[in-house]
């Protein structure tokens, strides 16, 4: 069965309802932030199918009502970026407010399991080995990958548009964040090697083709690197240079050399500029004849006379 993929992002602003006592966090606990998106890519079987808002100009118990069924009716392994520490505690809390019953989330054990990759797949907790390196923002590891990252808008201009009534732009922001997910997503999963490469190009090459037509897209489709996403200039590392030929010396005349101490092999007769004067010799006794002939074996190498 080939597997299913929703990849999530939501923008908040503070709850008016629920003003903070302590405010020296940047970024409020998750009952405080009130959901003004949700934005969501499926992918089956990594492709894209679908992008969009869940319960576009809805209000946020809506959003909730309508997230949560679809969840429960096609329970996909939900990819986000910083998921774990806030975008599904901040779903939970705020259902928790409307009472709006997530029961997939909670009894489908790989749901919360923090080291599992099924149910939900944090890309940020991932990549920064669970805690024990440092984490980057999305904006980093989209540009990593070929993607511009922030471009015109980050989270920190959400209140005030809102505000503004630019809610349209809220959303168009927030899909491009999606968009920069699952690109991140498909390199990973080439990473762990549940892709091979060829078939990540095959991916991104649609990825690509479903940005482009997407209008809500249009803000980050002109600025992707689409060599560097499609990994179409890597090539194989270059072979190392061949080591100079070293120059021959000039030859010269050579010297005359003392005999050697060790015999020469009886078949080998010894160089006339390496001889020396005889000196005399006592007369030899007669030899005995060889009960067999010292010739080298041709078939052994190593059985040489000595």
């Given at each position: 069965m080939s597997p299913t993929h929703l990849v999530l992002d939501i923008e908040t602003i503070p709850d008016p309802e629920l003003p903070r006592i302590e405010e020296s966090e940047r970024v409020p606990p998750p009952p405080h932030n009130q959901i003004v998106t949700i934005g969501c890519m499926l992918l089956e079987d990594y492709v894209p199918k679908r992008l969009g808002v869940v319960g576009e100009h809805g209000g946020e118990g809506q959003m909730l009502d309508a997230f949560a069924?679809?969840?429960?009716?096609?329970?996909?392994?939900?990819?986000?970026?910083?998921?774990?520490?806030?975008?599904?505690?901040?779903?939970?809390?705020?259902?928790?407010?409307?009472?709006?019953?997530?029961?997939?989330?909670?009894?489908?054990?790989?749901?919360?399991?923090?080291?599992?990759?099924?149910?939900?797949?944090?890309?940020m907790d991932f990549l920064a080995d669970f805690g024990a390196a440092k984490s980057a923002r999305l904006d980093a590891y989209a540009k990593l990958v070929g993607f511009p990252g922030k471009v015109g808008v980050d989270g920190s201009q959400v209140q005030p548009m809102v505000h503004a009534g630019r809610i349209d732009e809220v959303n168009a922001y927030c899909l491009c964040d999606v968009a920069q997910t699952a690109a991140i997503f498909l390199r990973v999963e080439l990473l762990r090697g549940n892709i091979d490469r060829t078939r990540y190009r095959a991916l991104a090459r649609g990825m690509l083709a479903f940005i482009d037509a997407h209008p809500k897209l249009g803000e980050i489709a002109d600025k992707i690197n689409r060599d560097s996403f499609t990994l179409g200039e890597v090539t194989a590392h270059p072979a190392p240079a061949p080591e100079p030929t070293p120059t021959a010396a000039p030859e010269r005349a050579p010297e005359p050399e003392p005999a050697p101490d060790f015999a020469l092999a009886p078949d080998l007769a010894p160089d006339p500029d390496f001889a020396s004067a005889p000196e005399p010799q006592p007369e030899p006794e007669p030899a005995l004849a060889p009960d067999f002939a010292l010739a080298p074996d041709p078939d052994d190498p190593d059985k040489t006379p000595v």
């Open positions: 069924h679809w969840l429960g009716v096609k329970r996909p392994t939900v990819i986000t970026w910083n998921g774990r520490g806030f975008d599904m505690p901040v779903i939970t809390s705020r259902a928790l407010k409307h009472g709006v019953p997530m029961p997939w989330w909670f009894t489908d054990r790989n749901t919360r399991y923090r080291y599992s990759s099924e149910g939900h797949f944090d890309l």
